[in-house]
């Protein structure tokens, strides 16, 4: 007769150990990130602020609809779409950028440097936004900036320039300010994978008469890769999320149409505009495409490396 496991030997079982383990994170990923989804319902309603859902009129599809229909939406999805792309496609065209300063950072020999490198560069990924726009805004002021200040004394321009309003430029300028404000924080990656590197490689390259770059094009980056292509999978299905905070601090009316990513435009049309029901389903939309990013990104790993991030 079989005895009956008590609580305690199914906790000493690994599986079982395993799984309560995971639990506590898979409750808040649940809280967090699937309890939410009810709130799109409210794409179906013409919902109105303070009143319940069941007071509230039933559209069916109809926001969906002015997605496609109304010429007006149809332009700002156009011009917000092409503007997500672009700072999206910058960003991959530079995803790199983090890897080769992780092999460089791996190169510095003074430990007590390399390990002051590391902090100063990790330490802006820490910095809110609004700190971040402080720091251009004393930059770049029409008036006071440095970067005026010092082109009208060499004779560059007349008189201040505007560079925080233009919006010729501003594609550039996100992209230059999250990779300075995200370059040392995305290398962490790349630093902890060099561990991973047999150093009996880097021994016997030497041996063969191997210089340091050398062994940083034929070992060290070919280690990296398999860390670098994963998370360039993953950055392919977050291609057209490009968050609120970067944009919504740095925007204005003079840069609007160029900067308004297509979260930012949620976020105007729900909470400024307070459009709720079109806003949430621009977001449905926004995360079937994202989850049909991850899907192909996910076969072109399976195609190209035969192995699936799944």
């Given at each position: 007769m079989t005895k009956k496991k008590n609580w305690f030997e199914i906790l000493k079982q690994r599986e079982y150990r395993l799984f309560f383990m995971a639990l506590p994170f898979m409750v808040l990923v649940f809280l967090l990130s699937y309890l939410p989804l009810r709130g799109w319902l409210y794409a179906f309603f013409n919902y109105t602020p303070g009143l319940p859902l069941t007071k509230e009129s039933f559209v069916g599809l109809g926001n969906f609809r002015m997605i496609l229909e109304d010429e007006y939406a149809v332009a700002d999805i156009v011009r917000v779409m092409r503007n997500t792309f672009a700072m999206s496609f910058i960003g991959l065209a530079s995803s790199a950028l983090p890897l080769v300063f992780a092999v460089f950072l791996n190169e510095i020999r003074f430990i007590s440097y390399r390990k002051t490198v590391q902090t100063l560069t990790t330490i802006p990924n820490f910095i809110s936004w609004v700190l971040v726009y402080s720091v251009a805004y004393a930059m770049m002021s029409v008036n006071d900036g440095f970067i005026n200040r010092f082109l009208m004394a060499l004779g560059?321009?007349?008189?201040?320039?505007?560079?925080?309003?233009?919006g010729d430029h501003v594609w550039i300028g996100m992209w230059a300010w999250g990779t300075w404000k995200g370059l040392g924080w995305g290398s962490i990656v790349y630093v902890a994978a060099l561990t991973s590197i047999d150093q009996e490689l880097y021994e016997a390259a030497r041996v063969d008469g191997a210089g340091r770059?050398?062994?940083?094009?034929?070992?060290?980056?070919?280690?990296?890769?398999?860390?670098?292509?994963?998370l360039l999978i993953l950055s392919i299905a977050n291609f057209i999320n490009n968050g609120v905070d970067q944009y919504y601090i740095f925007q204005n009316p003079m840069n609007?149409?160029?900067i308004e990513v297509l979260d930012l435009y949620v976020y105007n049309q729900g909470i400024v505009g307070i459009n709720y029901s079109y806003s949430i389903a621009i977001s449905i939309l926004k995360s079937l495409v994202s989850l049909i990013l991850l899907f192909a990104a996910s076969a072109g790993s399976k195609f190209i490396r035969e192995e699936s991030i799944f």
């Open positions: 560059v321009i007349d008189s201040g320039v505007n560079f925080l309003a233009r770059f050398r062994c940083m094009w034929h070992i060290t980056l070919p280690g990296l890769l398999p860390t670098y292509f994963v609007r149409a160029a």
